[in-house]
């Protein structure tokens, strides 16, 4: 099955091991992945002003080629994912913002929110299934104690992402249990890292970073895994821990038997 694949910008940069295990286990899986032409960024944090359409233009423009081409759209990025899906949503449940939109780039016919957005997990549950996936595996991760981190923008807000629930998410433990890990549960795996207040507010963003960090770690956890870059990148430079913090993709690729062949 072929999907649009949209990486983002900072799988381009610091985030490259997400993009490339992404790849590497979507292939191992018989899932092609093509990028929309000239892509841009999605903005990186979606716009709630309801007056304001031009930071939405971008993700716009990748919906509609999504839907000219008749795919499925697939991101991976948690803060991709948020934007493109909120986007969506909106063009959907706003007549004036979809009027917006259709006016500057003119859509022709005009975008309605037709396109079928995933995230790269909602690909693996919803389309290869976690069955499937399981048939796959050719390095079960047995033993393997890992604690999901969804994060903030993965879940929320709930009816525009509507991929799991948000207080009491499954979807990457079930992932987890389908390569052979052992999930851990633990209070702040859906909480916020402060990842977005890394700049501004040091101290509070290794408050909270720290608070997720030793929540996994009281619970067992041997490592975390994500889908987010920011939270990544704050889990590891801010909280103090030295708890390894991985993409769901890395793992996913040792998994599969494919992440051999990922070379820095």
């Given at each position: 099955?072929?999907f ?12 490259k091991?997400?993009?490339r ?5 979507a ?6 992945l ?38 499925p759209?697939?991101?991976?990025c948690?803060?991709?994912h948020n ?6 949503y ?22 309605s929110?037709?396109?079928k957005i995933y ?11 976690f ?8 390095n ?7 604690a999901?981190?969804y994060?903030?923008?993965?879940l ?7 991929m ?10 079930d992932?987890?249990?389908a ?15 402060g990842g ?7 101290a509070?963003?290794?408050?909270r970073s ?5 929540s ?19 889990l ?16 996913l ?7 051999e062949?990922?070379?820095?």
């Amino acid at each position: 099955m072929t999907f649009m694949y949209y990486p983002g910008c900072t799988l381009r940069t610091k985030a490259k091991d997400l993009d490339r295990y992404a790849r590497l286990s979507a292939e191992a899986l018989g899932i092609t992945l093509e990028e929309p032409e000239n892509w841009q960024c999605c903005g990186g944090a979606y716009t709630t002003a309801k007056d304001e359409a031009a930071t939405k233009l971008s993700a716009a423009r990748v919906l509609n080629s999504a839907k000219e081409l008749d795919r499925p759209l697939i991101t991976v990025c948690s803060a991709c994912h948020n934007v493109i899906k909120q986007t969506n949503y909106d063009i959907q449940h706003d007549d004036n913002l979809a009027y917006k939109v259709n006016n500057y780039l003119n859509f022709d016919p005009p975008y309605s929110g037709e396109a079928k957005i995933y995230h790269y997990l909602e690909m693996l549950r919803d389309i290869v299934g976690f069955d499937k996936l399981k048939e796959k595996v050719i390095n079960p991760l047995k033993g393997k104690k890992i604690a999901a981190y969804y994060g903030c923008l993965l879940l929320r807000p709930s009816k525009a992402l509507a991929m799991d629930d948000p207080e009491n998410p499954t979807i990457i433990e079930d992932f987890i249990r389908a390569i052979g890990g052992e999930p851990v549960i633990y209070a702040q795996r859906n909480e916020c890292c402060g990842g977005y207040i890394t700049l501004e507010d040091k101290a509070q963003a290794a408050r909270r970073s720290g608070a997720v960090m030793s929540s996994a770690e009281e619970n067992g956890a041997e490592m975390i895994i994500t889908a987010c870059p920011l939270c990544l990148y704050n889990l590891r430079k801010n909280s103090g821990s030295q708890l390894p913090v991985v993409y769901f993709t890395e793992i996913l690729a040792e998994a599969l038997g494919v992440k051999e062949d990922c070379n820095e």
